[in-house]
């Protein structure tokens, strides 16, 4: 279990992150992008296009991990000797 003053960092740090979003979403609102898609100058795109790509790796991590996991008895030795 963490002490209270741990707990307290880590509530600050989410705190000034979230603050630090919710100003790069406002500004956004004053500063046009110059971007050669159409798409890339919707309102908010940056933030919804890395939570999706942030998804799908997570979601090609776990999948991979399923290909790519062995039997837990892979390493042992066999009884061949």
């Known amino acids: 279990m963490q002490d ?4 307290r960092i880590i509530h600050r740090a ?11 979403l406002v ?3 004053f500063v046009p992008g110059k971007t050669p898609f159409e798409s ?7 933030a919804v296009f890395g939570f999706f790509s942030c ?3 997570v979601v ?9 996991k062995r039997s837990e ?3 042992q030795e066999t009884q061949d000797d």
Do not use: C, H, P, R
């Open 60 to 68: 090609f991590a776990k999948l991979l991990g399923f290909v790519l």
């Open 55 to 57: 998804f799908a790796m």
């Open 40 to 46: 890339s100058q919707w309102w908010s795109f940056g």
């Open 14 to 24: 989410w705190f000034i992150f979230a603050v630090i979003l919710i100003a790069t």
């Open 4 to 7: 209270n003053n741990t707990q």
């Open 73 to 75: 008895d892979y390493y």
């Open 27 to 29: 500004v956004e609102w």
